[in-house]
């Protein structure tokens, strides 16, 4: 079972926080991570005004969480909250959200995880195919989330592996 949760589709151009998974979600994962985050997000505030927000499970191994900060900014205080709350997730079910040095892409139609030096040591030997697309996590607007998560790997950050 695959949760998607609140397809976002407004045109602000929102805040966008990506917490990448070094795995996919289980179902019961996804169900506890779903209903966690509505209790959080739904509480979330900065300086005592609540924040505009959402989420949602992209790919079944991404957590995409959205701020209008039109609204209200998230503060330093909102967002290690938020991050408190991830890192519960992470250690509850080992998932590796805070490990930056990993990459994802998508090969035959499925997502995959390698360690950073192994994505590169497959690409630089030919053994991972140039034809794959690859997730860029330090997208961090709503409208480059929506247009350059995912690209093919001649437009991503990977194609200047050498």
């Keep these: 079972?695959?949760?998607e949760e609140s397809s976002i589709v407004e045109t602000n151009d929102?805040?966008?926080i990506i917490y990448p998974a070094s795995r996919p979600f289980?179902?019961?994962e996804s169900k506890t991570i779903a209903e966690k985050l509505y209790d959080f997000l739904g509480g979330?505030?900065?300086h005592g005004k609540e924040l505009s927000s959402s989420f949602k499970i992209e790919k079944n191994q991404f957590i995409i969480?959205?701020?209008d900060e039109e609204k209200e900014?998230?503060?330093g205080c909102s967002i290690d909250a938020l991050g408190k709350i991830m890192r519960e997730l992470d250690a509850e079910f080992d998932l590796g959200l805070f490990d930056r040095m990993k990459a994802s892409f998508v090969e035959n139609g499925e997502v995959k995880t390698l360690k950073l030096s192994d994505f590169k040591?497959?690409?630089r030997s030919g053994?991972?195919?140039k034809d794959i697309e690859v997730f860029d996590f330090s997208k961090n607007t709503y409208l480059d989330f929506l247009s350059h998560f995912l690209q093919p790997f001649a437009r991503s950050w990977a194609s200047s592996i050498s």
């Design 65 to 67: 969480i959205c701020v």
């Design 14 to 16: 929102y805040r966008v």
């Design 1 to 3: 079972m695959k949760i």
């Design 26 to 28: 289980t179902a019961k």
């Design 73 to 75: 900014v998230a503060s």
């Design 121 to 123: 040591a497959k690409i």
């Design 127 to 129: 053994e991972l195919s």
């Design 44 to 46: 979330w505030a900065a």
